[in-house]
T-cell receptor
Framework: KQEVTQIPAALSVPEGENLVLNCSFT??????LQWFRQDPGKGLTSLLL?????REQTSGRLNASLDKSSGRSTLYIAASQPGDSATYLC?????????FGTGTRLKVLA | NAGVTQTPKFQVLKTGQSMTLQCAQD?????MSWYRQDPGMGLRLIHY???????DQGEVPNGYNVSRSTTEDFPLRLLSAAPSQTSVYFC??????????????FGPGTRLTVL
């Protein structure tokens, strides 16, 4: 059974720091992995989709990497800003559903 | 292109009442799904659909019904609301090629309270 874990559960950093969020999954046979951002009281916004054949995907200050063999993905945020404060979720597809991690709650201090 | 839209944004029901949560997408996506999000439980799949006329149950389907008469719409019906159904409900759709090949897009959510 696929399980997705995100560590740390919460993170607080000063503005300008580069940071890494981690996502681990137990079954490496995945098609892809998607990173989302969720602001308080809001829906999920897709950040990056990384296919199983890719090792990295970049969008602006965000870079996601995928290592299927070790069951890990990382989301790198460069030069963090207070506007990056949100909960970040990763998800992998299961049988007709997505399996989500419980998220990392990020706070970037001005 | 509005993406995935959900109505209402907020709803308060009394136990035993029924209601329908609306979800629509304008991206011609075949796969649509409903999740509920509860503190400490994460996102759990209620029902999903792989195309018009085809629906199936997810992890927590009890107390909910769905139908998919068109590609665009995927309403979720609460048959007889219970306090345990107090939650935030999200509708999602999947890009072309169907599940699981492309990005999943989420609606803004419906916050439901059952008294």
């Amino acid at each position: 059974k696929q399980e997705v874990t995100q560590i740390p559960a919460a993170l607080s950093v000063p503005e300008g720091e580069n940071l890494v969020l981690n996502c681990s999954f137990t079954d490496s046979a995945i098609y892809n992995l998607q990173w989302f951002r969720q602001d308080p009281g809001k829906g999920l916004t897709s950040l990056l989709l990384i296919q199983s054949s890719q090792r990295e995907q970049t969008s602006g200050r965000l870079n996601a990497s995928l290592d299927k063999s070790s069951g890990r993905s990382t989301l790198y945020i460069a030069a963090s800003q207070p506007g990056d404060s949100a909960t970040y979720l990763c998800a992998v597809p299961g049988t007709y559903k997505y399996i989500f991690g419980t998220g990392t709650r990020l706070k970037v201090l001005a | 292109n509005a993406g995935v839209t959900q109505t209402p944004k907020f709803q308060v029901l009394k136990t035993g009442q029924s209601m329908t949560l609306q979800c629509a997408q304008d991206m011609n996506h075949e796969y649509m799904s409903w999740y509920r999000q509860d503190p400490g439980m994460g996102l759990r799949l209620i029902h999903y659909s792989v195309g018009a006329g085809i629906t199936d149950q997810g992890e927590v389907p009890n107390g909910y019904n769905v139908s998919r008469s068109t590609t665009e719409d995927f309403p979720l019906r609460l048959l007889s609301a219970a306090p345990s159904q107090t939650s935030v409900y999200f509708c999602a759709s999947q890009g072309s090629g169907g599940f699981p090949y492309n990005e999943q897009f989420f609606g803004p959510g419906t916050r439901l309270t059952v008294l």
